[in-house]
């Protein structure tokens, strides 16, 4: 599912990646595994779109930089 959603997260429309971002972040984030976890920040850090993106961002920035 993880690898799905990853490509959707890509996904033209800025409304569906972020519904992903949100999903990601509500729901997935205790059951993805870190390197998972890693590819979803680096295409979310990327995307000026998302409006939550720095909800993520915050939650993770110690981690993983």
Known sequence: MSKQLLKLSNHANEYLRND???LVWNYLTYQLDDKT???????????????????LKS???SSYE
Do not use: P
């Open 20 to 22: 992903i971002a949100d």
């Open 59 to 61: 939650l993770f920035k």
């Open 37 to 55: 976890i890693q590819e979803f920040i680096e295409v979310f850090k990327n995307d000026t779109d998302i409006g939550g993106l720095s909800k």
